[in-house]
């Protein structure tokens, strides 16, 4: 055996009983730094859905921090918890994210681009030739947008 490789191996056993034990869940749930709530609270301004498991995947901490930011964010009024969450795993519902549960804006949508196409398909573009208003008619049935300069 080296001589450096034993000192080194002699130190760290004489150094780990001084030191402070890292698995300890109030310490590690009450240190997690402000940069990483920040990346919290955007995660769950983005998203409807926030779980303390989905948190710690996706910036890379540890369960009991996840839970602890989770705990500040639903203090602060940011996310409200589900009903029915138990077992110890926190889930929260964004307050800021509201889904579209019933598809009404899809609809809404769908119904304002219907529109759309039916005014731009039924304006008259002050085109006097009858080859070129078949024309631009067909470019509109494909579905090509026509510039305004088409028309002048």
Known sequence: MKRRGFLTMLGAAVAAPVMPSLGSAATTAAS????TYGLAVFHARTR?????RGLSHC?????PQAEAMIAEMSAKG????V??????HVRAVSNILKPDMWGLERTARQARSR???ARIETQDHGVADPMMAHLH???RDYGMALSPRCFA
């Open 32 to 35: 997690y730094n402000r940069y």
């Open 48 to 52: 409807a859905h926030v779980s303390a």
């Open 59 to 63: 910036l890379k901490v540890t369960l």
């Open 78 to 81: 940011m996310v409200r918890p």
């Open 83 to 88: 009903l029915g969450a138990a077992g110890g």
């Open 115 to 117: 529109a759309r196409r």
């Open 137 to 139: 008619q067909i470019c």
